[in-house]
């Protein structure tokens, strides 16, 4: 899968935050900030120019901003990915690396993802922010779904944490090949990778949903997800700002979904939720 490269520049430090959101939205999937740009990076397939290029315009006359795109194949992709990868550890205890990185000693949880073009290598806030709450949970002999499993990561952590059962769902391709990929790399044949969305749930009811999409999506499929959910069942979401915590307490709560506690990273936010 190729992908468009948009570099921006000239944003109000102030302005990022709002700008990443609003391009999120527009079904950007990751976004690289250095000190006086950030790139932006949306799937050829799901790219639409007059959406996009609109909604810069709008924001060029208001900020001054500058931007430029060009298309990135996926060999290319892949090889600007591994270049600017570096590993993750999570809370000391939780190391996100690399096939080429050497482990850390002492790490309680060692995953290894192979760093392509998938969501999910703890490098984003909202990974990072998941990977930390799993880590407070009670996961072992327990059903656990990984919804939009991304790179796997989550699914993986949930296998080593002495899950009983675990499927991993996502509706992209690239994804779904690389979470199979990344399963076998950290000897967790037994995860169950689907690809699918919501619809594609498997029957009978998990101890732990686990949820790091879009706050669009996550909406979408409250509903879904709490009658998966087994009684006195735990939902963790990510994926959203900070800003969106009250319509997605507001959403659960319609679901009879009892919110529990929050967290936050750089304006994005992870939350728990029980049956």
């Known amino acids: 899968m190729d992908y468009y490269e948009f570099k921006i520049t000239g944003i109000p430090e102030e302005s990022r935050e709002i700008l990443m959101a609003g391009l999120s939205e527009i079904g950007f999937e990751s976004f690289q900030e250095e ?23 709008k924001r060029s006359k208001a900020t001054g ?41 002492g790490m309680k949880y060692n995953i290894v993802i192979e760093p392509k073009m998938s969501f999910g290598t703890a490098h984003h806030e909202t990974t990072a922010l998941m990977i930390g709450m799993i880590m407070k949970q009670k996961i072992r002999k327990r059903r656990v779904l990984d919804m939009g499993c991304g790179t796997g990561v989550l699914a993986i952590l949930a296998w080593k944490m002495g899950a009983s059962e675990v499927d991993a769902i996502d509706n992209d391709e690239w994804a779904f090949l690389n979470a199979k990929d990344n399963i076998l790399k950290n000897n967790a044949p037994s ?6 969305d919501g619809k594609t749930i498997p029957q009978g009811n ?20 709490a009658r998966h959910l087994a009684a006195s069942g735990v939902l963790l979401l990510s994926g959203f700002y900070d800003a969106d915590l009250e319509v997605i307490i507001r959403k659960a709560k319609r679901e009879s979904l009892q919110y529990i506690t929050s967290e936050t990273n750089n304006h994005w936010a992870a939350a728990k939720f029980m049956k």
């Open 206 to 225: 998990y101890d732990f949903i686990l949820a790091n999409i879009n706050r669009n999506v996550l909406l979408e499929d409250m509903p879904r997800y």
């Open 191 to 196: 995860i169950s990778v689907i690809r699918g």
């Open 35 to 57: 000190e006086d740009s950030v790139s932006g990076y949306i799937p050829v397939e799901v790219y639409r120019g007059t959406r996009v290029l609109s909604f810069l315009k």
């Open 65 to 105: 901003l500058v931007y430029g795109y060009k298309r990135i194949k996926t060999e290319n992709w892949n090889a600007l990915w591994e270049s600017q990868y570096m590993p993750v550890t999570v809370a000391g205890k939780c190391m996100v690396r690399a096939p080429f990185h050497d482990p850390e000693d």
